[in-house]
């Protein structure tokens, strides 16, 4: 139990194109999915925090309007890069976190590497 | 100073020898503990999940935490090649927002 899914796993795109990434838990409701990003040899750092059905919240430092997070339904988030720029190449991972098998804690989704010409 | 210290490595092993890796942190709110194994280009999967301080076992794996010292360990027992990867500890005040260390490449070697 506990999967999360990202979609997709690799990206490449021109720049000032905007890019969408899907986050989805597949067997437990995610009350809460965050947002991630990974710059190599770097750890991960908290970019947004999104609960089902209101606005995410984002850490200090990061851009409502050029990263977009949607939490539609308990199951499914997408985070938006638009007009996205070589600076915003980078790994993104999602994780969502409910009562899945009786722990409420992170999963991890597998990431989504995005290029950006 | 930042939150959560963790070195980086790389730690070279040879097979079946025991692994120790360490983070320190500086918050003392902290209270809920994770171990985080990444593969290279993967997302992290958790290891071991701890509530304040404590020793916590799963079949190699034993995690420990500390917090008059606020220093936690995990130590992985008879090293496998297939346990080469990044470990990342993590830690939060709460269940909602972790803080992770950058994470220690650990290669065993048969």
């Known amino acids: 139990g506990a999967v999360v899914s990202q979609h997709p796993s690799r990206v490449i795109c021109k720049s000032g194109t905007s890019v969408k990434i899907e986050c989805r838990s597949l067997?437990?409701?995610?009350?809460?999915m965050f947002w991630y990003r990974q710059f190599p040899k770097q750890s991960l750092m908290l970019m947004a925090t999104s609960n089902e059905g209101s606005k995410a919240t984002y850490e200090q430092g990061v851009e409502k309007d050029k990263f977009l997070i949607n939490h539609a339904s308990l199951t499914l988030s997408t985070l938006t890069v638009t007009s996205a720029h070589p600076e915003d190449s980078s790994f993104y991972i999602c994780s969502a976190s409910g009562l899945a098998g009786g722990s409420d804690t992170q999963y991890f989704g597998p990431g989504t590497r995005l290029t950006v010409l | 100073q930042k939150e959560v210290e963790q070195d980086p490595g790389p730690l070279s092993v040879p097979e079946g020898a025991i692994v120790s890796l360490n983070c320190t942190y500086s918050?003392?709110?902290?209270?809920?503990f994770m171990w985080y194994r990444q593969y290279s280009r993967k997302g992290p999967e958790l290891l071991m999940y701890t509530y304040s301080s404590g020793n916590k076992e799963d079949g190699r794996f034993t995690a420990q935490v500390d917090k008059s010292s606020k220093y936690i360990s995990l130590f992985i027992r008879d090293s496998q090649p297939s346990d080469s990867a990044t470990y990342l500890c993590a830690m939060s005040e709460n269940t909602d927002k972790l803080i992770f260390g950058t994470g220690t490449r650990l290669q065993v070697f048969p």
């Open positions: 067997d437990f409701q995610a009350t809460t």
């Open positions: 918050n003392s709110a902290f209270q809920y």
